[in-house]
C-alpha cells in the first residue's frame, strides 16, 4: 500500500523541491500538496491514516507552532517534521518540544531533505547535523497553553483561527456553513479550554504561539 505523504506549504516552488524529494525518499508515495491551515485539516480529515507530513510553520491560518500544536494533539500517530525558513536553534527546540519529529531547514540541499524524510519514515527523529547535542542543553519548553490548545477539535481551532483574524460571528458562521448560535457554543468552548474569558484574550494568547512571541511580523512569510 501506497504511503500517503502531505506537504503543508504555502509557496510553490518549495512545495515542488519537497516533491521532488519525497520521490526519491519515496518512488511510489502519494503525495498532497496542501497551502493553508485549513486545508492541511480537510486533506488530514479526508486521510487520517497519511503517514507524514511535511509542515511548513509560516503559512495561511498559521500562528507559528499552533498548527503543529493542533495536529499533534489531534492526530498523535501522524509524524509531523517541520519544514522552516529559520534556522533559529530556539525555533528548532520549540518545534521538537510540541511534538515535531524532525525539522528541516529550508536552506537544506535536496539530498539531505531525501535522508530526513527517509529517517522519519522509519521511526526516527531528524534535526541537522550537529543540532541536537546543541538543542540537548537548551531548556525545554512545554506551556499549558500549548496543552490547552492541542486539546481543541478541529471545529474549535478553525473557529478559533478566525477570531485571530478578527471575523465576527456571522462572518465565521457563514465561513463554515453552521449557525450563528453553533459558532457562539464553540467559541465558549474555546474560551472555557484556553482558560480566557474574551476575544482579546484568546488572540494574545494564540500570539504565545508565533515563531517570535514579541516579533508577529514573521506571521505572514
Known sequence: MAQHIIIADDHPLFRAALRQAVSQAVPDAEVAEVESIKALQAEVERKPDADLVLLDLNMPGAHGFSGLVFMRGQYPGLPVVVVSGSED???????????????????????????????????????????????????????????????????????????????????????????????????TAVFRKLGVRNRTQAVIAIQQMELDPSDTSLSGD
Do not use: C
Open 89 to 187: 536553534l530556539q525555533v528548532m527546540r520549540r518545534s521538537i518540544d510540541y511534538g515535531a519529529s524532525g525539522f528541516i531547514p529550508k536552506s537544506a540541499p535536496l539530498p539531505e531533505i531525501t535522508e530526513a524524510i527517509q529517517a522519519v519514515l522509519e521511526g526516527d527523529m531528524w534535526l541537522p547535523a550537529g543540532v541536537a547535542e546543541k538543542l540537548e542543553q537548551m531548556q525545554a519548553e512545554s506551556t499549558d497553553f500549548s496543552d490547552r490548545l492541542a486539546s481543541l477539535t478541529p471545529q474549535q481551532f478553525r473557529v478559533l483561527g478566525m477570531l485571530a483574524e478578527g471575523m465576527l460571528n456571522k462572518q465565521i458562521a457563514y465561513d463554515l456553513d453552521v449557525s450563528e448560535a453553533t459558532i457562539k457554543a464553540h467559541i
